[in-house]
């Protein structure tokens, strides 16, 4: 499983997929230098009602899962007498 973090910074959305090993080192200071790598944005617990990011303040969306397709089915019928 992959982690998708969704992130509104200066009016600019980026959707970044990682593991969950650099998850840890950027939320976490003291893994990734004593930095801040999301600043000191906090954590979104569930997806706003207003899904324009640029209203979500310093906040973060964590998202874990994988990336699905739909992939297209053919049916075909065919009648014979």
Do not use: H
């Amino acid at each position: 499983m992959a982690y998708f973090v969704i992130a509104n910074c200066d009016g600019e959305t980026t959707v970044n997929q990682m593991s969950e090993r650099t998850l840890l080192q950027r939320i976490n200071p003291e893994e990734n230098g004593g930095g801040e790598y999301y600043g000191n944005s906090g954590f979104l617990e569930k997806i706003p009602e207003n899904s324009d990011t640029n209203y979500w303040g310093d906040n973060i969306l964590i998202i874990k899962g994988d990336i699905i397709s739909p992939k297209p089915v053919k049916v075909v019928k065919k009648y014979t007498l």
